[in-house]
């Protein structure tokens, strides 16, 4: 299994709404990501999990509020979100064999976010 | 950040014909990763290249990163309809999991 899953595939809030995206993957990886990917642009990186320990955040809001209760889950729970947060956000996972080195992300398919 | 460009932006192409996007960052990386993204579709793992220098190849696929490991390259020979998405590097400066990718080579090949 060399998927990674993301639910929902879409979703609407309003600015005052709390919700979550939910990604899962099997592969046993021990990283996993958040981007945010605006229409025609690169994937920015949000978020890094490694071995469910969060160690990389690159100065995101504190309205996006990752979780990642074990190896094969990953969250993102949403509040109190702007218009201009509307985007694609795409959850990956990487194995993480050794630290300092790098290995290929597998990229789940993204939440559609309009935030209205 | 760490700021990583891509050039051209955009490219069309006749089918058959070879394409190039290069890519160039501010400071040294570690490694660099390319990725090809469809339309309506997410970021799918082509390569990584760690050494300076490196060249590898697949099938019709070159990938280069430079000898000061501040720039590379992806070529394609021959391009085929399927080759269309937009082609973005990811760089490292730090061996590990932080990568910030590239602003990404949109390719049209044109039948």
């Known amino acids: 299994d060399t998927e990674v899953t993301q639910t929902p595939k879409h979703l609407v809030m309003g600015m005052t709404n709390k919700k979550s995206l939910k990604c899962e993957q099997h592969?046993?990886?021990?990283?996993m990501y958040w981007y945010k990917q605006k229409a025609k642009k690169p994937p920015e990186l949000m978020f890094v999990y490694s071995y469910e320990k969060l160690s990389i955040n690159e100065s995101v809001p504190s309205r996006f509020s990752p979780e990642c209760p074990n190896s094969s889950l990953l969250n993102l729970h949403l509040h109190a979100l702007q218009p201009e947060d509307s985007a694609l956000y795409l959850c990956a996972s990487s194995p993480f064999r050794f630290a300092g080195s790098s290995y290929e992300q597998y990229f789940g398919p993204g939440t559609r976010l309009t935030v209205t | 950040g760490q700021q990583v460009m891509q050039i051209p932006q955009y490219q069309h192409v006749q089918e058959g014909e070879d394409f190039t996007t290069y890519c160039n960052s501010s400071?040294?990386?570690?490694?660099i990763q390319w990725y090809k993204q469809r339309p309506g579709g997410h970021p799918v793992f082509l390569i990584q290249l760690v050494k300076s220098g490196e060249v590898k190849k697949q099938k019709r696929l070159t990938f280069q990163f430079g000898e000061a490991k501040k720039n590379s390259s992806l070529h394609i020979t021959a391009t085929q309809t399927t080759d269309v998405g937009t082609y973005f590097c990811a760089g490292s400066r730090n061996t590990g999991n932080q990568f910030y990718f590239g602003t990404g080579t949109s390719l049209t090949v044109i039948p």
């Open positions: 592969m046993g990886h021990r990283a």
């Open positions: 400071t040294t990386l570690s490694n």
